[in-house]
């Protein structure tokens, strides 16, 4: 066998090698997406979690929606355990004050 029917045939397996592996990605990706549909579960742990799976199936149009934000703030802060808002006060500053020039620590 001389080279040149050497490299076709090796480019021809390589070729189906790739084609099958395709194809076989793209039946997974099907498989994936067809079982991706969120189904809320039959009984649900409390009324917050009913309330964002709400908001979940509402997408885009939860943004707009008051009690989805009231409940995103709820969830949030119940992450975060806190029970009030950071509020920053006005008199401290956001930046870092810089060490004073004639401390010794600014040497």
Request: with cysteine; net charge positive.
């Amino acid at each position: 066998m001389d080279g040149k029917a050497l490299v076709r045939i090796t480019a021809a397996i390589f070729v189906a090698v790739a084609v099958t592996a395709t194809a076989v990605e793209m039946i997974r990706k099907k498989d994936k997406s067809g079982s991706a549909v969120l189904e809320a579960p039959a009984t649900s742990q409390s009324p917050l979690r009913e309330g964002l799976r709400r908001c979940q199936v509402l997408g885009e149009g939860a943004l707009r929606d008051s009690d989805c934000l009231r409940l995103w703030t709820e969830q949030r802060d119940r992450f975060l355990s806190s029970k009030t808002p950071f509020v920053r006060s006005t008199s401290q500053s956001a930046t870092p004050q810089s060490p004073d020039a004639n401390s010794p620590g600014a040497r």
